[in-house]
């Protein structure tokens, strides 16, 4: 068997008549070329070149196999631009899941935008709370509220600091005063629930003593966001999102270790799929943006 480069080196050797010129021409030193010359020789058992004062010059039998060897640069070029071509055809259905809360507020103009861009690309959008397991084919892309996410396999990055913390709506603010401390939370109604967050939230309010302050539950993230927007209290949501909702106001800042990042993940398996690698790079650079902002 030989190596694709000394074959590479042959043509370019056969084409210029010097090792020089056809180290120009590959970019390469010339000790390389006639290294791979030699190796290809030596591979094949072929004398394939006359080594003269002026240059290089073709054996019979290197003439012999100088079209086969241009038949197979020939075939390296066209897998190459097949190769390059599917790689441009991105098209196809890309499965993304990410918690209710996120798809339905900051999501909705991203996804607008990839489609203005990408037309040929369909989004499927999973809005389940309950993380999908992207080692079995649950989706192809998720993006989550994570510390650090869990699972075999994963691949991507955080594109965005995401803490969670207390928000009221102003009309509620200007009816009843924001809490500025911890201390002054007893007084306040709280809303509860929000699916896949309420477990982590519930935790949060045992820690400061404030679950009998819980005054209505929702069974979705969504929900918490249209119950704070009415001005019934003050519910627990990820910054990432809150701090942009003009409605809404930031009650307490949130502890270091309440912290958390958005991640845009994939599976390793998935991560160079043209579509799949199109849907990512092009969420990361809107959600980094937004995080930036």
């Not at 404030?210 to 927007?229: F, H, I, K, N």
Request: contains cysteine; glycine residues 8%.
């Amino acid at each position: 068997m030989y190596d694709w480069n000394d074959l590479k080196a042959f043509l370019a050797v056969a084409e210029t008549g010097s090792t020089l010129s056809a180290a120009q021409a590959l970019r390469v030193s010339q000790t390389t070329v006639a290294r791979r010359i030699a190796a290809l020789e030596a591979a094949t058992s072929l004398n394939l070149f006359e080594r003269r004062q002026a240059g290089y010059a073709l054996t019979p039998v290197g003439e012999a196999m100088l079209a086969s060897a241009m038949a197979v640069r020939d075939a390296a070029n066209r897998f190459g631009e097949a190769a390059g071509a599917r790689s441009r055809d991105a098209g196809g259905a890309v499965s993304l899941t990410t918690m209710e809360i996120f798809a339905v507020t900051i999501l909705p103009p991203i996804l607008r935008d990839l489609r203005a861009a990408h037309p040929s690309i369909h989004i499927h959008l999973d809005t389940s709370d309950e993380p999908r397991d992207l080692a079995a084919g649950a989706a192809d892309i998720a993006i989550r509220s994570s510390k650090q996410p869990m699972g075999a396999g994963l691949v991507g990055r955080r594109v965005a600091d995401n803490p969670w913390t207390l928000y009221c709506s102003r009309d509620y603010a200007d009816r009843h005063g924001i809490p500025h401390t911890r201390d002054e939370l007893a007084a306040h109604p709280f809303i509860g629930g929000g699916g896949g967050v309420w477990e982590p939230y519930q935790a949060w309010l045992r820690q400061y003593r404030l679950e009998e302050s819980v005054v209505m539950q929702y069974d979705s993230g969504s929900g918490l966001l249209a119950g704070v927007r009415s001005g019934m209290g003050l519910t627990i949501l990820p910054a990432f999102l809150a701090d942009r909702e003009a409605d809404l106001i930031r009650c307490i800042p949130p502890k270091s270790e309440d912290t958390t990042g958005l991640w845009l993940l994939t599976h390793e398996r998935l991560r160079h799929v043209p579509r799949v690698r199109l849907v990512l790079d092009f969420l990361a650079a809107e959600l980094a943006k937004l995080g930036r902002e």
